[in-house]
T-cell receptor, first 113, second 114 residues
Framework: AQTVTQSQPEMSVQEAETVTLSCTYD???????LFWYKQPPSRQMILVIR??????QNATENRFSVNFQKAAKSFSLKISDSQLGDAAMYFC??????????FGTGTRLKVLA | EAQVTQNPRYLITVTGKKLTVTCSQN?????MSWYRQDPGLGLRQIYY???????DKGDVPEGYKVSRKEKRNFPLILESPSPNQTSLYFC?????????????FGPGTRLTVL
């Protein structure tokens, strides 16, 4: 069975600082994809970043980057130059097999002005 | 505008009264999926569909039914709702290819079963 673990229920960061959200996963599949989704107070789910497991290079999207450690099954999200609009729930997600997706329990990020 | 729509957005009902939550997408996506979101549990996949007339169970299918008769629609049916199905429900869609593409989510349906 696949599992996704987000061990930090809540985190805080000062505006303009950097924060890292952790995610570990377990899957028996050899081919899988990893995602970070953001859920602001509006409840809308928004894709932040996507990583193919077969790629060694870490994905980046502007201020968002990942640290993908395949052997350790770790997929952390780094947010640089944090902004007030980054405050949200962040969900780590693994997609594999016949298009089944497993989400973590989420990390609530607070950004302090 | 490319979007996934869900109706209703809010619903309060009573135990045992059949209900349907509709989901529609206008992006010609093959893949559609239903999730429920509960505090402390994240999102859990209920059912998914890779094409018309092709559906499969996710992790928490008990108490739910789905159908995919048209590519754009993927309704979620609760034939006899119970209080433990009180939750926030999301529909999502994506294109299918050699890679797992981004899922586009609907705005969510807040369901309360009394």
């Amino acid at each position: 069975a696949q599992t996704v673990t987000q061990s930090q229920p809540e985190m805080s960061v000062q505006e303009a600082e950097t924060v890292t959200l952790s995610c570990t996963y377990d899957t028996s599949e050899s081919d899988y994809y990893l995602f970070w989704y953001k859920q602001p107070p509006s409840r809308q789910m928004i894709l932040v970043i996507r990583q193919e497991a077969y790629k060694q290079q870490n994905a980046t999207e502007n201020r968002f980057s990942v640290n993908f450690q395949k052997a350790a099954k770790s997929f952390s999200l780094k947010i640089s130059d944090s902004q007030l609009g980054d405050a949200a729930m962040y969900f780590c997600c693994v997609g594999s097999g016949t298009y089944k997706y497993i989400f973590g329990t989420g990390t609530r990020l607070k950004v302090l002005a | 505008e490319a979007q996934v729509t869900q109706n209703p957005r809010y619903l309060i009902t009573v135990t045992g009264k059949k209900l349907t939550v509709t989901c529609s997408q206008n992006m010609n996506h093959e893949y559609m999926s239903w999730y429920r979101q509960d505090p402390g549990l994240g999102l859990r996949q209920i059912y998914y569909s890779m094409n018309v007339e092709v559906t499969d169970k996710g992790d928490v299918p008990e108490g739910y039914k789905v159908s995919r008769k048209e590519k754009r629609n993927f309704p979620l049916i609760l034939e006899s709702p119970s209080p433990n199905q009180t939750s926030l429900y999301f529909c999502a869609s994506s294109s299918l290819g050699v890679a797992y593409n981004e899922q586009f989510f609907g705005p969510g349906t807040r369901l309360t079963v009394l």
